[in-house]
């Protein structure tokens, strides 16, 4: 999948990064449609885990990527 949790979390920071920038010149309209979507895309992600946790699936769809060797898969967190 080309896009995942942590190229959202990439942007956010490089987002942060250029407000906490006193030189850099900020489109806080920008910023704000920046945060909106991402807020829509977080929500998107629980609303995907509570699927998952009601049809008692094991897996989702990538968009959270998950290392091979995560020991809460095996305690079914």
Do not use: C, W
Not at 3 to 17: C, G, I, K, Q
Not at 45 to 53: G, M, P, R, S
Request: no cysteine; glycine share 6%.
């Amino acid at each position: 999948m080309k896009n995942t949790m942590n190229d959202l979390r990439n942007h956010l920071f490089a987002t942060l990064e250029d407000l906490r920038d006193s030189d850099a010149v900020v489109d806080m309209d920008r910023v704000h449609m920046i945060v909106q979507v991402s807020q829509v895309l977080v929500n998107t992600a629980k609303a995907e885990n509570e699927f998952l946790k009601i049809t008692e699936r094991g897996s989702g769809t990538g968009f959270i990527s998950i290392p091979d060797n995560t020991k809460a898969l095996d305690k079914g967190i």
